[in-house]
């Protein structure tokens, strides 16, 4: 079946740092999903991605699919202490979606 | 925040007691969902509903439930709760199947004893 790896579990960065998670499927997928999940709260939907190649920002956040549609990256340029969570990515094949385990991010001030 | 809710919020059970909770929204949206959260597993899909009374399973439906009377509710039941069911449950609603924007409730803890 469908499995949506997530790369790294977790990641400590002082404030100011970059900060980039990974998202591998072992099939093509049709499209990828990025949530953001603050401590304590629900998922919050970011963005989706469908294009192959496809690369779309939101301020300090870049996030890429991959050419094949098997990978996705999302980056963060200088992270603030507001960007504190945990960063899942969901991949859906036809009408299935499967989320990776999640990046807990945490930034030191 | 898209209207919501879940309740109950926190609850302890036990073993082999049976337990629903439920999901509300007021936005209409034909699609709801409940995932249950586990570390290391991120989230996973339970069971979906597509209309009123038009359920399906999802990745993890064994041991779950579900019901749909109307369309802002959607009831997820352990039937007899086992440990392995302790968990955050997250429902969440869309405009289409899995669509852009899934929009997710606060979340209901559940351990069970």
């Known amino acids: 079946g469908q499995q949506v790896m997530q790369i790294p579990q977790y990641q400590h960065v002082q404030e100011g740092e970059d900060f980039t998670t990974y998202c591998n499927s072992s099939?093509?997928?049709?499209?990828i999903q990025w949530y953001k999940q603050r401590p304590g709260g629900h998922p919050v939907f970011l963005i989706q991605?469908?294009?192959?190649?496809e690369v779309k920002k939101q301020k300090r956040l870049t996030f890429q699919f991959g050419e094949a549609k098997k990978n996705s990256s999302l980056h963060i340029t200088a992270t603030q202490t507001t960007d504190v969570g945990t960063y899942f990515c969901?991949?859906?094949?036809?009408?299935?979606?499967?989320f990776g385990a999640g990046t807990r991010l945490t930034v030191k001030p | 925040d898209a209207g919501i809710t879940q309740s109950p919020r926190h609850k302890v059970t036990e073993t082999g007691t049976p337990v629903t909770l439920r999901c509300h929204q007021t936005?209409?949206?034909?699609?709801m969902y409940w995932y249950r959260q586990d570390p290391g597993h991120g989230l996973r899909l339970i069971h979906y509903?597509?209309?009123?009374?038009?359920?399906d399973k999802g990745e993890v439906s064994d041991g779950y439930s579900v019901s749909r009377s109307k369309t802002e509710d959607f009831l997820l039941t352990l039937e007899s709760a086992t440990s392995s069911q302790t968990s955050v449950y997250f429902c969440?609603?869309?405009?289409?199947?899995?669509?852009?924007?899934?929009?997710f409730g606060p979340g209901t803890r559940l351990l069970v004893l």
């Open positions: 099939t093509t997928l049709s499209n």
């Open positions: 936005e209409n949206h034909r699609y």
């Open positions: 991605l469908v294009k192959s190649g």
């Open positions: 969440a609603i869309s405009l289409d199947y899995l669509g852009e924007t899934q929009y």
């Open positions: 509903s597509y209309g009123v009374k038009d359920t």
């Open positions: 969901a991949g859906r094949r036809n009408n299935d979606m499967r």
